[in-house]
């Protein structure tokens, strides 16, 4: 039977949304570099991909290293869904930390890790049977060699969606304020209603709404952030006063590796806005 | 020991054994022990004392080819550990030479953050030049297989083809060969 075993160090947060490209992987790299990166939090953070489209490996690693991980055979998030698929050699011993790979090493004592993802696991949810357990597992053997666990999710309800509900204690919704985007929020709910009906033990808080890649610039989006405003307050969710502004530094970022507070030309208000969020985010989920 | 300067100069070393540990005193006790290196050190303690006395007077006109100068110095130390230690130098010269011609980490911000996220000692050095002679300093001690993983990691963030997506083509169309 599944039931909810805290994670007892780790504070494991994912960030989903039913709609694709509103940033959940710049802001899942972002929050990572910010609490691993400032003296003041020094965190050590694990960085789990559980996207196909990897774009958060793609952020932390680079394609260079990214190619030699593949090319060496180390383990992926495919290994984890699939560490119990029988093969004509056998099954193979999968050793959680041996699909970890260091990214950063601060000398403030802080670090991020990741659980890179790959094309393949696609092909996990062709055959989902007994499967949406194991991140949980895995995750829970690492619980103590984390002070955060952020899960950057696939847009899509799928195999990969319940796995990433049973491991987290909290999610976190970047919603960016257009119509189409607005419209993954019932979506979202929608999909978190099938989880509670299913695993009701299990205890799944959202810590909140996000407005992110905000511009302030067309009534269009005042009006897409009223109305998830008031379907945040219809089903008492929080949305953060801090907001994420668009910036052109989030994308050159990501092509440089980098977090927007690291890269030379992000103006400095853009950078504070972000840690403003970061601030409130971890009130929230009382890091 | 009668010697008042002599006495003075060993307590001062005592002090800094406690900052650096007794290991890294230990690889630069074996790294004086030849006389060549020694006689490098010298001649660029020499020639940073010429520097300051230069900018003291502030002609700085004078100042630029002596930085030159010393960037040569310290790659003929490097040079000179290489005679001595083969694979050591070999590696060290190799890093030297990637950050003066800006294969690795071309700008000074770059050389501090990878500085900063591998744990190196912190760049604090204004100019490149200085800034890559620290840098490097850094690695004159450290174990040969960790200087190696080190190049590894610099080789791999550097990569031309790093973020280009051409090389992200190559490795979603399963051509991870072609990725330098």
Redesign the interface.
């Known amino acids: 039977m599944l039931c909810q075993e805290k994670l007892n160090m780790a504070k494991t947060i994912s960030l989903i949304n039913m709609k694709g490209g509103v940033g959940k992987s710049t802001l899942t790299v972002n929050l990572a570099w910010h609490f691993a990166g400032y003296t003041n939090w020094s965190k050590k953070i694990l960085v789990v991909d559980l996207d196909p489209q990897f774009n958060a490996s793609q952020y932390l690693l680079g394609a260079t290293k990214y190619a030699n991980i593949i090319k060496d055979g180390k383990l992926t998030i495919w290994n984890i869904f699939e560490q119990h698929t029988r093969t004509p050699t056998g099954k193979t011993k999968f050793e959680p930390k041996e699909a970890i790979i260091p990214v950063v090493i601060m000398r403030n004592g802080g670090k991020i890790d990741l659980i890179p993802s790959c094309l393949e696991l696609a092909l996990s949810l062709q055959n989902p049977y007994e499967k949406e357990d194991l991140l949980r597992r895995t995750l829970t053997k690492l619980e103590n060699e984390y002070d955060m666990i952020l899960i950057d999710c696939a847009p899509t309800e799928s195999l990969l969606t319940t796995a990433a509900y049973l491991s987290s204690e909290f999610i976190l919704v970047p919603v960016k304020p257009e119509y189409l985007s607005t419209i993954g929020l019932p979506l979202l709910v929608s999909s978190m209603l099938d989880f509670h009906d299913k695993y009701e033990e299990h205890h799944l808080e959202l810590s909140g709404i996000v407005f992110n890649a905000v511009t302030y610039y067309s009534p269009e989006e005042e009006r897409a952030k009223e109305e998830v405003k008031e379907l945040a307050k219809q089903n008492e969710w929080y949305v953060f006063s801090n907001e994420i502004n668009y910036s052109r530094s989030y994308p050159k970022g990501a092509r440089e590796g980098q977090p927007i507070f690291r890269t030379s030309y992000a103006r400095t208000e853009m950078a504070e806005q972000f840690k403003d969020f970061a601030q409130e985010f971890a009130k929230r989920i009382g890091l | 020991m009668n010697k008042p300067k002599e006495l003075q100069l060993l307590t001062e070393i005592a002090k800094l054994l406690e900052k650096y540990g007794p290991d890294s005193c230990e690889a630069l006790a074996i790294l004086l022990s030849n006389e060549e290196m020694t006689q490098t050190i010298i001649v660029t303690l020499l020639q940073n004392i010429v520097l300051k006395a230069k900018s003291v007077s502030h002609n700085n006109v004078e100042q630029k080819p002596q930085v030159s100068k010393n960037a040569k110095t310290f790659r003929s130390s490097l040079v000179a550990i290489q005679e001595r230690d083969s694979d050591r130098g070999t590696l060290l010269l190799q890093l030297f030479d990637g950050l003066q011609n800006k294969q690795f980490l071309p700008?000074s911000?770059e050389m501090k953050?990878f500085a900063?996220?591998?744990?190196l000692v912190?760049i604090t050095a204004k100019s490149r030049k200085s800034a890559i002679n620290q840098f490097v300093k850094a690695f004159l001690t450290m174990p040969i297989h960790e200087i190696k993983s080190i190049l590894k990691l610099l080789?791999?963030?550097t990569?031309i083809?790093?973020?280009?997506l051409e090389?992200?083509s190559?490795?979603?169309l399963n051509k991870?060969?072609d990725?330098?």
């Open positions: 700008t911000r953050t900063e996220d591998n744990s912190p080789e791999e963030k990569s083809e790093n973020s280009s090389a992200w190559s490795i979603i991870t060969a990725i330098k």
